[in-house]
């Protein structure tokens, strides 16, 4: 809050946000020291990020593709917000579980979750196509901000099952649960906080704060920097900047080892921004003017990984040229498979209320099954007469 009493206002720049922002990598795609995170991977890992990123990327185009023809219900991109969600990733290990949103793709790529089992959700053919117990990676939660208390839930759990604090790195575990900057206004994010902190539970929350919640600005969310909320809840809070992937590798994987040496909770913002629309379903440009997407397409996220390996000489134009032939066939691979996929039942929705059906549930559930069928009966109605028109003439 400013001295007048006036609203903060997140600045143009996210640098400006105080010392506590961490970057690692410019814009320009140079390089960048922080006294108190570092990178500690190769360039290797970086070709590696980037792929994981421009794989992401091609994903989610080609599900907003889907959903326009038809193919989806609706679909949530992650435009935008790839380094947020390849670098924290990338910085969990194989027992770390994580709890994401419903826009966490760029995670499930690297818990190696198949695109199609997030396609069969957003289609309506099941709630979602993978096994939590065997990726460490809870299916997507549609309520927002329930998850955190899932994931606090979790890390608890984790504490009393003696995981944390070991010193064995193949044993100790934290949890790691993503959430909005319009998911930290609701009431299941503040609990979590609490229950986090007086218990001390292994968990880092990381926080995508992409700008908007929906069509509500962040200067209409807060009137302080998200990441200053945690001391109020008696944890650390740190900023990053989300378009930096390595950033948010080296900020997510430091709070994942405090997390799991018994530390306690942090709380990692990730300044970023959503270049698309929230979902398929809404339209920005009612909300948003052209000037500020504009101002954020300077920092996306893959051109300044690939400056930083086109300006280095770390690859050449092969390997960029190899990563679009991947995309291509992923692509396919994305597109077969959702055309393959059976048309969603919504009449079975009603099975999945209670454990057993119930009169009521059945009676609605023969109604919308009679009211479907009739739409059948109406085609091959129009149909006949269609036939018999063509016979007469």
Not at 4 to 23: K, R, Y
Not at 214 to 243: C, H, T, W
Request: hydrophobic share 40%; with cysteine; glycine share 10%.
């Amino acid at each position: 809050m400013t001295t007048d009493g006036a609203l903060w206002s997140p600045p143009g720049d996210p640098a400006e946000g105080g010392p506590e922002f961490v970057q690692l990598l410019t814009p320009e795609g140079e390089r960048c020291e922080h006294p108190d995170y570092a990178f500690d991977l190769d360039d290797e890992a970086i070709k590696g990020f980037y792929r994981d990123m421009a794989l992401t990327r091609r994903i989610d185009a080609e599900a907003i593709a889907l959903q326009r023809q038809g193919e989806l219900g609706i679909w949530a991109s992650l435009l935008g917000q790839e380094a947020a969600q390849i670098g924290s990733g990338r910085a969990a290990r194989a027992q770390d579980f994580i709890f994401p949103t419903y826009r966490e793709h760029g995670v499930a790529w690297c818990r190696d979750i198949d695109p199609l089992a997030i396609i069969s959700l957003f289609r309506g053919v099941d709630h979602g196509g993978w096994d939590p117990r065997t990726t460490n990676f809870h299916l997507y939660t549609i309520v927002i901000g329930a998850q955190t208390l899932h994931a606090t839930g979790y890390a608890m759990g984790v504490q009393r099952d003696g995981l944390v604090g070991t010193g064995d790195p193949e044993r100790d575990m934290a949890v790691l649960g993503y959430f909005g900057d319009g998911a930290s206004a609701q009431g299941d994010v503040n609990e979590a906080f609490i229950w986090a902190s007086v218990f001390n539970a292994p968990i880092v929350f990381f926080l995508q704060n992409n700008q908007w919640a929906i069509s509500a600005p962040m200067e209409k969310q807060s009137r302080i920097p998200l990441y200053r909320r945690a001391a109020g809840f008696g944890f650390p809070g740190v900023r990053v900047d989300g378009n930096d992937v390595l950033a948010c590798y080296a900020a997510a994987k430091a709070a994942l080892q405090q997390a799991r040496d018994g530390g306690g909770p942090t709380l990692v913002e990730a300044f970023t921004y959503r270049m698309g629309a929230h979902t398929t379903t809404d339209d920005p440009t009612r909300y948003r003017l052209k000037d500020e997407l504009e101002h954020w397409k300077l920092k996306d996220p893959l051109a300044r990984v690939k400056a930083y390996l086109t300006r280095n000489g770390v690859t050449d134009d092969d390997f960029f040229v190899r990563i679009e032939t991947e995309a291509d066939a992923l692509a396919q691979h994305v597109r077969e498979g959702t055309h393959a996929m059976p048309e969603p039942d919504y009449a079975r929705s009603f099975d999945l209320v209670y454990a057993e059906q119930t009169e009521e549930l059945a009676a609605q559930q023969q109604w919308l099954r009679d009211y479907q069928a009739s739409f059948a009966d109406a085609d091959a109605k129009s149909g006949a007469d269609a036939e018999f028109a063509e016979g007469v003439i």
